[in-house]
């Protein structure tokens, strides 16, 4: 079910990450396109502005009132003074200021049917004075510009209203001049007023306001690293939003209506579209990648867990029938001892001695399983407590030797008592538990021993520890196990372990009950061969932390050994 699940989940996972792959890649080809696409349509969107600004000012200002030309062609009574009323038209280009405008002027056809004259008056806007001498290009420039408006005036044809509007001469780039027909009410175009354009009032004024106003709305996260440019045909660079190197533009607009010759231009600071779309697409699926990789790593850890608990499970579960099994063989023995005795079938002294011990070692065996069970039961719910006193070692390991002697003997065990120093130093212990552990470490090399029936217990006092070694010639244990015989409930699955009755907890109380004193437990085996199981003890001058307190709760719930916590039976 595990493995279905985990199938389940990876496989709309991979197909979900080859997805995006494939989209981010069709993205990243697309990207640059629609990006060149938006700043295009950027670059319109303030032209449009600047456009509409300037030319409804330009418009504003040359809206010379019809009146204010004077005249009826042929005019037999010609006179250059009398064809354009001033006053009006000063009125005019005085109450309309526009900055964009370096020179305005006002034309019109006047005078008998042949020849033509032609006036055409200059006014200095910044002056305010129609005694503005032009120069022969200027005067050139606006004759020429007007000169389609002029013909209109000389055949007196109506032109549609939809063709009178705002017109541009930009053949000399340096005489650029916006012309406006002046219509009378009939419809007859009566005169025109045109206006010499000021370059750098056009940019400074116009179109670097409808830049910057338009750059952070249009490019809300970068409008920092946006550079907009204008440039003239000739390349050269006439106004930019910010400092730049390299490229003048990337994607470019001509400019409509005026200064159509000049180019806007845009591109991003840092990077072009290619290599933005290329970031895009590599942050995008990194992130997807992180997050396949996240989820990914949470349902393995949901596996783990899942298989652990199982394993919990079914190691509970061995733990309840071995358990039942190693109280149910001492108490069938007592049992049949008992009777034997009760029935009074045995009547050899001897042999009532014998019986007697059978039911004692039985009894101590039993009474050491439900020791250990009551002790780990504690140790579990963090109800376990020592109490801590200096003691002889020495004296704690003899004693336990002494009790379990009758039991080793009957087994047909010979044990080894070897001290390495001859006074060890005191030691401040739980004697009880301590002994508790000794005894569960002798237990297993009586169980794993197999037909070396030798035990060797060794004393030794090294930096500060003093050591307890129980060591067995039996079947050892393999060495991807040994870090597991810890863990509660663990049983080594191997046949020869199988015969033999366990409940799994002894190594584990062991393990508490020595880190309980500061102390460690290592295991130093060899399958086949035998198995030593150390005891270290920290001595009493090294115990500083708890030398004082006679009585400790390790109070936390004891875990086992790499098992789920919270598990607890
Ligand atoms: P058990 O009640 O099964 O003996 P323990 O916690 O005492 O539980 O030991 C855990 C496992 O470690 C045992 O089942 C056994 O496989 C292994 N083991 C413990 N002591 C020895 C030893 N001296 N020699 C070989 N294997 C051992």
């Given at each position: 079910?595990?493995?279905?699940?985990?199938?389940?989940?990876?496989?709309?996972?991979?197909?979900?990450?080859?997805?995006?792959?494939?989209?981010?890649?069709?993205?990243?080809?697309?990207?640059?396109?629609?990006?060149?696409?938006?700043?295009?349509?950027?670059?319109?969107?303030?032209?449009?502005?600047?456009?509409?600004?300037?030319?409804?000012?330009?418009?504003?200002?040359?809206?010379?009132?019809?009146?204010?030309?004077?005249?009826?062609?042929?005019?037999?009574?010609?006179?250059?003074?009398?064809?354009?009323?001033?006053?009006?038209?000063?009125?005019?280009?005085?109450?309309?200021?526009?900055?964009?405008?370096?020179?305005?002027?006002?034309?019109?056809?006047?005078?008998?049917?042949?020849?033509?004259?032609v006036t055409v008056r200059f006014f200095d806007p910044i002056a305010c004075t129609?005694?503005?001498?032009?120069?022969?290009?200027?005067?050139?420039?606006?004759?020429?510009?007007?000169?389609?408006?002029?013909?209109?005036?000389?055949?007196?044809?109506?032109?549609?209203?939809?063709?009178?509007?705002?017109?541009?001469?930009?053949?000399?780039?340096?005489?650029?001049?916006?012309?406006?027909?002046?219509?009378?009410?009939?419809?007859?175009?009566?005169?025109?007023?045109?206006?010499?354009?000021?370059?750098?009032?056009?940019?400074?004024?116009?179109?670097?306001?409808?830049?910057?106003?338009?750059?952070?709305?249009?490019?809300?996260?970068?409008?920092?690293?946006?550079?907009?440019?204008?440039?003239?045909?000739?390349?050269?660079?006439?106004?930019?939003?910010?400092?730049?190197?390299?490229?003048?533009?990337?994607?470019?607009?001509?400019?409509?209506?005026?200064?159509?010759?000049?180019?806007?231009?845009?591109?991003?600071?840092?990077?072009?579209?290619?290599?933005?779309?290329?970031?895009?697409?590599?942050?995008n699926l990194s992130f997807s990648l992180l997050t396949s990789l996240v989820l990914?790593?949470?349902?393995?850890?949901?596996?783990?867990?899942?298989?652990?608990?199982?394993?919990?499970?079914?190691?509970?579960?061995?733990?309840?029938?071995?358990?039942?099994?190693?109280?149910?063989?001492?108490?069938?023995?007592?049992?049949?001892?008992?009777?034997?005795?009760?029935?009074?079938?045995?009547?050899?002294?001897?042999?009532?001695?014998?019986?007697?011990?059978?039911?004692?070692?039985?009894?101590?065996?039993?009474?050491?399983?439900?020791?250990?069970?009551?002790?780990?039961?504690?140790?579990?719910?963090?109800?376990?407590?020592?109490?801590?006193?200096?003691?002889?070692?020495?004296?704690?390991?003899?004693?336990?030797?002494?009790?379990?002697?009758?039991?080793?003997?009957?087994?047909?065990?010979?044990?080894?008592?070897?001290?390495?120093?001859?006074?060890?130093?005191?030691?401040?212990?739980?004697?009880?538990?301590?002994?508790?552990?000794?005894?569960?470490?002798?237990?297993?090399?009586?169980?794993?021993?197999?037909?070396?029936?030798?035990?060797?217990?060794?004393?030794?006092?090294?930096?500060?520890?003093?050591?307890?070694?129980?060591?067995?010639?039996?079947?050892?244990?393999?060495?991807?196990?040994?870090?597991?015989?810890?863990?509660?409930?663990?049983?080594?699955?191997?046949?020869?372990?199988?015969?033999?009755k366990g409940s799994g907890l002894g190594l584990s109380i062991v393990k508490h009950?020595?880190?309980?004193?500061?102390?460690?437990?290592?295991?130093?085996?060899?399958?086949?061969?035998?198995?030593?199981?150390?005891?270290?003890?920290?001595?009493?001058?090294?115990?500083?932390?708890?030398?004082?307190?006679?009585?400790?709760?390790?109070?936390?719930?004891?875990?086992?050994?790499?098992?789920?916590?919270?598990?607890?039976?």
């Open positions: 079910m595990l493995w279905v699940g985990m199938v389940a989940v990876t496989i709309p996972l991979a197909t979900h990450l080859w997805l995006q792959y494939q989209s981010l890649s069709e993205l990243q080809s697309t990207l640059p396109h629609a990006r060149r696409a938006y700043m295009r349509k950027y670059l319109s969107l303030v032209i449009d502005k600047v456009i509409a600004n300037y030319e409804s000012k330009a418009d504003a200002i040359l809206d010379l009132p019809p009146k204010a030309f004077n005249h009826t062609y042929p005019n037999p009574d010609y006179s250059p003074m009398t064809a354009i009323d001033l006053s009006m038209v000063y009125d005019h280009f005085t109450s309309h200021q526009f900055r964009g405008a370096r020179l305005l002027f006002a034309g019109v056809i006047s005078g008998p049917k042949d020849p033509t004259y129609f005694r503005y001498r032009p120069t022969m290009d200027e005067r050139g420039a606006a004759h020429s510009a007007s000169a389609n408006w002029m013909a209109m005036i000389m055949v007196e044809s109506k032109p549609s209203p939809k063709s009178i509007k705002l017109t541009v001469d930009e053949r000399d780039p340096r005489y650029r001049i916006i012309v406006k027909p002046i219509v009378n009410e009939s419809g007859n175009v009566v005169g025109v007023a045109g206006m010499f354009l000021k370059d750098e009032v056009f940019i400074q004024d116009y179109l670097a306001p409808a830049v910057q106003g338009s750059l952070a709305g249009s490019f809300p996260d970068e409008h920092r690293d946006v550079i907009v440019t204008l440039t003239s045909n000739d390349e050269k660079l006439l106004y930019s939003n910010q400092k730049f190197e390299g490229k003048t533009y990337e994607v470019g607009w001509p400019m409509p209506f005026i200064y159509s010759d000049w180019f806007l231009g845009i591109r991003m600071q840092k990077m072009t579209e290619e290599q933005w779309s290329q970031r895009y697409f590599i942050t990914i790593g949470g349902i393995v850890l949901a596996l783990r867990t899942a298989s652990r608990s199982m394993k919990l499970s079914q190691m509970k579960a061995d733990f309840v029938s071995n358990v039942s099994h190693e109280l149910r063989t001492p108490l069938a023995s007592i049992r049949v001892f008992g009777e034997f005795l009760k029935l009074g079938r045995v009547r050899d002294a001897h042999k009532i001695h014998e019986y007697g011990e059978y039911i004692e070692t039985e009894s101590r065996r039993l009474t050491q399983l439900i020791n250990n069970i009551l002790d780990f039961s504690k140790i579990e719910s963090g109800q376990k407590t020592y109490q801590f006193e200096e003691a002889d070692i020495e004296q704690v390991v003899t004693d336990t030797l002494k009790t379990f002697e009758i039991m080793l003997e009957q087994n047909g065990f010979r044990i080894e008592l070897e001290k390495q120093a001859r006074n060890l130093p005191k030691v401040i212990i739980d004697s009880n538990a301590i002994a508790q552990a000794f005894i569960n470490l002798l237990d297993n090399a009586v169980k794993y021993s197999g037909e070396a029936k030798v035990i060797k217990v060794r004393l030794s006092h090294n930096d500060g520890f003093i050591t307890i070694s129980v060591s067995d010639h039996g079947i050892g244990i393999a060495k991807e196990e040994i870090e597991k015989v810890f863990e509660k409930f663990y049983r080594v699955g191997n046949s020869l372990v199988h015969d033999v009950i020595v880190e309980a004193h500061d102390g460690s437990v290592t295991i130093d085996s060899e399958p086949g061969s035998g198995t030593t199981f150390s005891i270290h003890l920290p001595c009493s001058d090294s115990q500083t932390s708890r030398s004082q307190p006679n009585q400790t709760n390790r109070g936390d719930a004891y875990l086992g050994h790499g098992l789920p916590i919270g598990d607890n039976t």
